[in-house]
């Protein structure tokens, strides 16, 4: 009986040794790639606008849809996209997101008209919220080896941080020559990440993996329409008839999402974990931290190139001092809270931020272009110190059967904070006489809001208390 054993040894062996080996590092590659145009998108766009805002003749409620339209949809499909990875595999959900967010972007760079535009966002958002949660599935089966997987995800998320510290400047840059190019450039690197991808093996598939679709459709509705409402009050005032629809709408479909995870057979967020306080307190944080970051890059896009005068690509060499050194702060966040505990990351990032955001407010209109960039800094390097704490307290603190679905429920919640921070700033901005006057009322209200999260933080505890 050796003698078959031994070969069924050598043969497992050299399956796991195949499976750990070559298919790995093209998952991963895959993966980074997948996650840094993701990424990237997130932060090209805006220094684009108002070069869209000419092209199409658009106002600023138009533009907010462009960026809020990806937004959106990232946020509301984020709660059920691991779902879909389960259902399908990781590596059919990876690709097929992949596959949608490429085309979109195709269509994107075609779009004859704003409408068009908005539409491909949407699709393109709803791409990227299965990229996320698909690849970091990818890489789990890819590499079982906890150590292996943890050197891994380092490597994704570098990817992430490139492509956040590449999109104001590429935008920049490719915007001086076509707006349409910051979407054409995710057609190559979508389309590298697709064959790499197919070079790996095929992942199991839960066919029975429970899918709550009363859930995911009021949660779409209701994001969607509260979204609409704060883009519209800019415009058309709070007391119109389709602000006031669009809010009944958002608030009747967020009380069948609550009655739905209450009561459905399989409920995307279990009403006992929003019930926990350091789940409300970390989506808080999250939330509030995308607020005062994407409010500050979307006001700030439009500011450098509209009232300053600035060039788009001296506007996205502005921001790069700041996604650069909150690249090389991220990863300080784990020795922080390893030397001084978890809280003093969280709490410490968002004080940061706050003096950011006031300070961006002292100067008058008239003040110099280096000034605005040096007051950036801590804004983007406040954030990037908070959020990978405060994720880590949120996972050490919920058991692992619901750490998918806590890490959903706290990036759905960042998404949401971003999307509603452009359509309300924008709104303000609109409804100011001068687009100075409704940045510093923006700012003030995202520095408030990143205040209260921060003295809330200071009931998070550690894991052992």
């Known amino acids: 009986m050796s003698g078959p054993i031994a070969s069924a040894r050598s ?10 080996g070559a ?42 849809w462009v960026v809020d339209g990806y937004t959106l949809m990232f946020a509301a499909l984020l709660l059920s996209a691991g779902a879909i990875a389960d259902r399908v595999g990781a590596r059919e959900a990876f690709g097929g997101g992949l596959a949608l967010f490429t085309v979109a972007s195709a269509l994107c760079g075609f779009a004859p008209n704003l409408g068009v535009l908005i539409g491909a966002r949407l699709v393109q958002g709803a791409g990227a919220a299965v990229i996320v949660p698909a690849s970091l599935a990818l890489l789990r089966e890819a590499y079982p080896d906890s150590a292996q997987r943890a050197r891994a995800i380092s490597f994704w998320a570098m990817g992430g941080t490139a492509g956040g510290a590449a999109g104001p400047v590429l935008g920049g840059l490719l915007s001086a020559v076509n707006w349409r190019m910051i979407f054409f450039v995710n057609l190559p690197v979508g389309l590298l990440a697709l064959f790499l991808l197919s070079r790996t093996h095929r992942s199991p598939r839960r066919a029975d993996a429970p899918f709550d679709w009363t859930g995911q459709v009021a949660a779409v509705v209701a994001m969607g329409a509260l979204t609409f409402a704060a883009i519209e009050t800019g415009s058309a005032g709070l007391t119109a008839p389709r602000v006031l629809v669009a809010l009944a709408i958002a608030v009747i479909a967020a009380v ?61 060499l502005a921001f790069l001092p700041m996604t650069l050194l909150s690249a090389f702060v991220s990863p300080t966040a784990a020795w922080c ?62 058991p692992a059967e619901r750490a998918g679905t806590a890490s959903g429920v706290l990036n759905a919640s960042r998404q949401l904070g971003g999307a509603l921070a452009v359509a309300v700033f924008g709104a303000l901005v609109a409804q100011h006489t001068t687009f100075f006057h409704g940045l510093r009322t923006s700012l003030l209200i995202a520095a408030a809001l990143v205040l209260l999260t921060a003295a809330a933080s200071v009931l998070l505890k550690p894991a052992h208390q």
């Open 23 to 64: 298919s790995a590092r093209w998952a991963l590659a895959a993966a980074l790639l997948g996650f840094f145009v993701m990424t990237l998108d997130a932060l090209i766009v805006n220094v684009a606008l108002p070069e869209i805002g000419r092209g199409f003749h658009a106002g600023i409620t138009g533009l907010q």
């Open 337 to 398: 809270a390893a030397k001084f505990g978890p809280r003093m990351p969280v709490i410490t990032g968002q004080l940061a931020m706050v003096g950011g955001l006031v300070l961006l407010c002292l100067p008058n209109a008239s003040a110099p272009n280096w000034l605005v960039v040096l007051l950036m800094i801590p804004v983007g390097t406040g954030g990037s110190l908070a959020v990978p704490a405060v994720t880590s307290v949120l996972l050490d603190h919920v």
């Open 11 to 20: 043969s497992a062996g050299s399956e796991g040794s195949r499976i750990g």
């Open 256 to 316: 069948v999402f609550v009655v739905a995870q209450a009561r459905g057979r399989n409920p995307m967020v279990p009403l006992p974990l929003l019930r926990e306080r350091t789940m409300v307190i970390s989506a808080s944080v999250g939330f509030a931290l995308n607020v005062g970051f994407y409010g500050m890059i979307f006001l700030l896009s439009l500011y450098l190139q509209q009232e300053h005068g600035l060039s788009p690509l001296m506007t996205g």
